[in-house]
């Protein structure tokens, strides 16, 4: 990595919260996806990145929420670079907290964000108490009021959907492909494998694959195995176990990958958030 980029990364251990403060100029990330929903403010520069096939610039002062599976980069356009601190929260803890704040929450609905760029200075003002309290292990009950008024201030940029089998706006080819990737994520599968498992051929499958989620059918299942990878990590298993566990080559191929997606080796990842020694 760029030695002018640095990350801060941190998790707290009640809630499994991560807290992140980085820096980077110039390219930052590639597209990619979390397993969480992101929600964070731009400190200083100017933050680009694209997602929901739009191209997105935030500034000092503006939040940034990403949903679970949005595909995203991240690029400094000027030279000063940018920073930011930003939460990641887990869609399970968050849709429990969130139920208990809405007495009558929509049936059969699925939690999202209504928009990615927002410039709310309450909803600022609460990820940043939250980001200091959790990251800096603050006492508990600091951390856990300004949880709650982080939730608080989230509740007006919230957009309940209805759950749906299929999402209409994607091709359903690669909506399959996409249930075929995780439900084996795991397993040395071939293109050939998915495209027989959707009823086409390979070119048009990666062609609406693509077309569809921004990644070839082989960079997302990268990522969903680099998703899994982190929480095995953060629980304190090694890196080799995680590699063999979730197929890749070995401890270096992981490796790789992981320094590519977050900036961190497995090893460094799994000593922040587990306080384990390498």
């Not at 503006?62 to 980069?73: A, R, S, T, V, Y």
């Not at 080796?265 to 306080?275: E, I, L, M, Q, V």
Request: proline content about 5%.
């Amino acid at each position: 990595m760029d030695k002018r980029n640095w990350i801060d990364l941190s998790q707290d251990a009640d809630t499994g919260i991560e807290s992140i403060r980085a820096h980077f100029r110039g390219h930052a990330y590639d597209p990619h996806w979390h397993d969480s929903f992101l929600v964070g403010v731009t400190e200083q520069g100017v933050q680009q990145f694209d997602c929901r096939r739009v191209r997105h610039f935030s500034t000092p002062g503006k939040i940034f929420m990403l949903e679970p599976g949005e595909i995203h980069d991240g690029h400094a356009p000027t030279e000063e670079g940018f920073t930011y601190s930003m939460l990641y929260l887990d869609p399970h803890w968050l849709e429990r907290e969130l139920l208990a704040l809405f007495e009558q929450a929509p049936d059969n609905s699925q939690l999202g964000f209504a928009d990615t760029l927002s410039q709310d200075p309450r909803l600022a003002t609460s990820i940043n108490q939250a980001f200091q309290a959790l990251h800096h292990g603050d006492l508990r009950i600091v951390r856990q009021s300004a949880v709650d008024h982080l939730l608080g201030a989230l509740t007006s940029h919230l957009d309940w959907r209805k759950r749906q089998a299929f999402d209409p706006r994607l091709p359903r080819v690669a909506q399959v492909a996409r249930d075929y990737l995780h439900a084996h994520a795991f397993e040395d599968i071939g293109l050939d494998d998915l495209a027989r498992a959707c009823g086409v051929d390979r070119f048009r499958l990666t062609r609406a694959f693509k077309s569809a989620f921004g990644l070839a059918p082989h960079g997302y299942l990268i990522q969903l195995r680099l998703a899994r990878a982190r929480q095995m990590l953060a629980r304190g298993e090694t890196p080799a176990d995680v590699a063999s566990a979730l197929g890749f080559a070995d401890q270096s191929h992981l490796g790789r990958w992981f320094r590519r997606a977050y900036h961190l080796t497995p090893a460094d990842y799994r000593k922040r958030c587990s306080n384990l020694p390498d």
